[in-house]
């Protein structure tokens, strides 16, 4: 998929860990895993919209958009 979740590079930064911010944000860290691993094919705004609010960063930090080829 063209679409590359970098949640787990925005976390390291922020030093926190999955389970902290599943809590913060409101969803199972089974779901959190699915995000962060590139296994989920959609994502809501208002997750994505928690998701920058608790890291303190902006949606392209967390989404990149790569190539195929």
Same mark, same amino acid.
């Given at each position: 998929? +063209?679409?590359? !979740?970098?949640?787990?590079?925005?976390?390291?930064?922020?030093?926190?860990?999955?389970?902290?911010?599943?809590?913060?944000?409101?969803? =199972?860290?089974?779901?959190?895993?699915?995000?962060?691993?590139?296994?989920?094919?959609? !994502?809501?705004?208002? =997750?994505?919209?928690?998701?920058?609010?608790?890291? /303190?960063?902006? +949606?392209? /930090?967390?989404?990149?958009? !790569?190539?195929?080829?």
């Amino acid at each position: 998929m +063209p679409i590359v !979740v970098n949640l787990d590079v925005m976390m390291a930064k922020r030093k926190m860990s999955s389970g902290e911010l599943a809590g913060k944000i409101g969803i =199972t860290p089974a779901n959190l895993s699915i995000l962060k691993n590139n296994k989920a094919k959609a !994502v809501r705004f208002s =997750t994505l919209e928690k998701i920058c609010e608790v890291l /303190d960063c902006q +949606p392209g /930090d967390i989404l990149e958009y !790569v190539k195929e080829e």
